[in-house]
């Protein structure tokens, strides 16, 4: 769907993009996650063909971009950075000019595409309102609105939850997820750890211009061949386990070996556990890896995570 190689952007001295080689396959959410300034808007701009790159080749859909911007956008939905609307003017009013700009449908069918969009990201019943009333988050959600005029197979989203209080967010995800499950891929900009965690299916990091990490989610956070227990008695499972004990914090060790094998010898010795997985590292800790200290100017994990993480390993991509 995105793929681009040796992309670099200056902007005289200041290299925003510094030869990224980006991999979106179908059917991903790909999550671009970077620290504000790290470059993720001139990217997505070269994707859409906005701005040349200095060097470097983009396709998107299968073609060079800007040269096939004419075939390729109106099967794109895109947002960028606020999207503008005129605010005088009700919501569903400023879908309708955008829908009657570009190649979304026939006319008659207008009234019908855009409550179905205003429906989607939640706005129904203040599609009549004038724009200008309308809070960043619902400015935000009709520009989404506005992107899924044409049913993209694509969605290109540069921080598309900016704006969003926790409830918006988690609607915006789930809106994400649905869109997935009916086969539209996403390439998602933020600098949200957190967002970047409970949607992507495959994770790019930038930092100072350039992709220092890019892999499917699932390799990212597969599983060390470590094993997590809790237990009441942590010097009777050190004593059992020996030399296998990777590192211990009170009640919790980290032990060499798979479940089976070390619950095996905890049973035997009738050592009591209360807790006992796979070890896996979380993307915070593979992010910091590899983007090092600018990888603090990624928002945590913590930060504006919009309740509880939605969906489960198995719905996600792999490959
Ligand atoms: N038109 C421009 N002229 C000069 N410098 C620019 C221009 N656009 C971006 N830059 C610079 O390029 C770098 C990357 O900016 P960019 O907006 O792509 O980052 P970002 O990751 O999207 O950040 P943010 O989340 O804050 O938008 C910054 O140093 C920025 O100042």
């Known amino acids: 769907m995105i793929r681009t190689r040796g992309v670099t952007k200056r902007f005289g001295r200041v290299t925003a993009v510094d030869d990224i080689d980006l991999d979106v396959q179908p059917g991903e959410i790909y999550g671009f996650l970077g620290a504000n300034g790290s470059g993720k808007t001139t990217t997505v701009r070269m994707l859409l063909g906005l701005v040349l790159p200095t060097a470097g080749e983009v396709e998107v859909l299968g073609e060079r971009m800007p040269r ?4 390729v956008l109106p099967r794109v939905g895109a947002l960028i950075e606020g999207p503008a609307f005129y605010g005088h003017l009700p919501g569903a009013e400023n879908l309708s000019l955008l829908d009657a700009s570009g190649p979304n449908g026939p006319r008659r069918t207008r009234r019908a595409r855009i409550a179905e969009v205003l429906e989607q990201v939640g706005l129904a019943g203040v599609g009549s309102r004038p724009v200008k009333g309308y809070s960043l988050g619902m400015r935000q959600r009709l520009g989404l609105a506005g992107a899924l005029l044409r049913r993209p197979e694509l969605l290109i989203l540069d921080e598309p939850t900016n704006g969003l209080d926790p409830q918006g967010i988690v609607e915006i995800r789930d809106l994400l997820l649905d869109l997935h499950r009916t086969g539209t891929t996403v390439f998602l900009s933020s600098h949200l750890l957190a967002e970047v965690e409970q949607l992507a299916t495959r994770v790019g990091v930038l930092s100072r211009g350039r992709l220092v990490l890019q892999d499917t989610f699932a390799t990212l956070t597969a599983p060390t061949g470590a094993t997590v227990i809790n237990s009441p008695d942590p010097d009777a499972a ?6 296998a004990v990777l590192s211990r914090d009170g009640e919790r060790l980290v032990v060499h070996g798979e479940p089976d094998a070390v619950n095996a010898r905890l049973v035997t010795a009738q050592v009591p556990v209360v807790e006992l997985v796979r070890q896996r590292p979380t993307l915070e800790e593979v992010v910091l890896a590899a983007a090092g200290p600018s990888a ?17 390993q198995a719905r996600r991509a792999t490959g």
Do not use: H, T
């Open 238 to 243: 050190v004593r059992v386990l020996g030399g």
């Open 296 to 312: 603090d100017r990624i928002d945590g994990s913590g930060v504006n995570a919009g309740g509880p993480r939605r969906g489960d």
């Open 68 to 71: 096939g911007g004419r075939r």
